[in-house]
């Protein structure tokens, strides 16, 4: 569970899960923002939670618009943040592709609200410490993100 | 050069929609897209964005990204539901009858700049 976390972090702690709902395209990004709150009133510092929320939220807009719905759970130790978002929807068959600037596979209604840009994953990647994803076709996609002050 | 939110709406004849208490607020930089992972990648927290989509997910995407203020170009007015979250947020909105490059040139014409001219270490 803690592997890789740097020795600073400690060892983080379960602190609250919260759902995601499937193609909430009106209430999209609440969660992150609850996160960020809450992360906001647990004393980390404002870099910190900026880079949390923003992970937070392109997860979320991604487990909404492809996840089918799942949820976000957050881990807290003294100095470190981990977010796991998580779904069961259809995965992700290339990572490798995905993972890269620009490719998208979303629809016209998607990108009218500003996201398929196809940066969610390197935002996410760009502003965690530590990416873990796990994900395979009809298996779900379970995201790990770390985040430690700098 | 940084500008207040006050100067913006005048330079941009806009309607401020809320938050009116804080257009005193300094804004440093500025960007202009339609694109929310851009603003969540490219900017930086005490940034003005100006924007042609009026979804909630403008508000939002202000609000993970620490933006100062929302513009939104050529009179596009949000819905109620979308000020009534930005007042939760604290977050000013705004709405200038400039289209996006010319709200933006006027402010560049005043001084401000955008994360590639003024971002740290993003000069191209
Ligand atoms: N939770 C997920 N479940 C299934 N597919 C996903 C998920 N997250 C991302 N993807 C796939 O990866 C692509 C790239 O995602 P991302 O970098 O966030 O860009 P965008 O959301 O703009 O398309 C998406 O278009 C989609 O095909
Ligand atoms: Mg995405």
Redesign the pocket.
């Given at each position: 569970m803690s592997a890789g976390l740097a020795p600073e972090g400690g060892e983080p702690e379960f602190l609250r899960a919260f759902d995601i709902q499937a193609g909430d395209f009106a209430g999209a990004g609440n969660v992150s923002i609850a996160v960020k709150n809450l992360l906001k009133e647990l004393g980390f510092a404002p870099e910190v939670l900026r880079r949390a929320a923003i992970a937070a939220f392109?997860a979320e807009?991604?487990?909404v618009?492809?996840?089918g719905g799942g949820h976000m759970e957050v881990f807290i130790a003294p100095r470190a943040v981990r977010l796991v978002i998580s779904?069961h929807?259809?995965?992700?068959p290339d990572l490798d592709l995905?993972m890269q600037e620009g490719?998208?596979?979303?629809t016209p209604e998607m990108r009218e609200m500003g996201?398929?840009?196809?940066?969610?994953?390197?935002n996410i990647k760009r502003n965690s410490d530590q990416l873990r994803i796990t994900t395979a076709p009809g298996q779900g996609?379970r995201l790990q993100v770390d985040i430690f002050p700098r | 050069m940084p500008a207040s939110l006050a100067q913006v709406a005048q330079w941009l004849r806009a309607d401020v929609l809320c938050c009116a208490h804080v257009l005193d607020r300094s804004i440093t930089m500025c960007h202009g897209s339609d694109l929310m992972?851009d603003v969540l990648a490219f900017s930086h927290p005490n940034t003005l964005l100006l924007t042609g989509l009026t979804n909630p997910q403008v508000v939002r995407t202000a609000e993970v990204a620490g933006i100062y203020g929302v513009v939104f170009v050529r009179g596009k007015r949000p819905r109620e539901v979308m000020v009534a979250l930005a007042e939760e947020y604290g977050l000013p909105l705004m709405v200038s009858p400039y289209a996006m490059f010319d709200a933006c040139g006027l402010l560049f014409s005043q001084g401000l700049r955008g994360w590639s001219l003024c971002g740290p270490g993003q000069r191209p």
């Open positions: 392109e807009m991604n487990v618009m492809y996840g779904d929807g259809p995965g992700i995905a490719w998208s596979t979303a996201f398929g840009a196809g940066m969610g994953l390197p996609t | 992972s």
